[in-house]
């Protein structure tokens, strides 16, 4: 017991020196980036969402407003439900929204929930695929530091198949479970109210955890920084940088 306290106080130590070390590595590169509010505009774009709803809750407010421009969408969710149950309940859930939100293609990896840092390889080749197979101009997806262990596996898997791929596009990373250093935000006001009824579609999530008032508040939280009701930020780069700072989140 007498050298338990120690060891567990050594482990503490040694997590918060490496993520001090990533934050000061991220700040650098971001930390002078200012924000700007950008309208979305019409393209073709990949959302790959971790779960079945983190697509709604990062940025389903700029993904309503770009079905309002005509953009083509399609989303690829990588982790199956926990068990079978789960699975079939949760996907009749993703397809529900995405009917209601009118996007142009849904599917899935099916990797394990809960352990997707194991299979960073699968998730790379199922999401180059895509990327050759669809040829979309954004990808939307978590932020490199998210977080959750899944969205930060995710968000390297996406960092592989862009450079297994060859793709060249802007990369728009959205925030679930932390906060991230944005340079654009959406103004996302005229869909808010929209965007609540798309998460509460997800009730099996919504039941047990207050998503939807947790993202509503920080939208609104963002968008007092650009004089906006609701708006949604994101870390928005060309591929080539986005692939540098997963780079640095896998060095530290």
Known sequence: MLLIQPTLALLRGIREMTALRLLRRMHRVTHRMSLVLRPVEKARVLVVAPHMDDDVIGAGGALLLHRELGSEVAVVFCAAGATAEVDAVRKAEAKQAALEMGFAQLDWLNLPDGRMSHFEAQLAEGLA?????YAPEQIFCPFVSDHHRDHAAVAQGVALAIRAAGWQGEVWCFEVWSPLWPNVAVDISTVEAKKRQMIEIYA???????YTEGILGLNCYRGLR???????????????????LADEMNNV
């Open 129 to 133: 695929r895509h990327l050759r197979e």
């Open 204 to 210: 099996s999530q919504t039941a047990g955890l207050h």
């Open 226 to 244: 650009v004089n906006v009701k609701h708006a949604e930020a994101f870390y928005v780069s060309d591929a080539k940088r986005f692939c540098v």
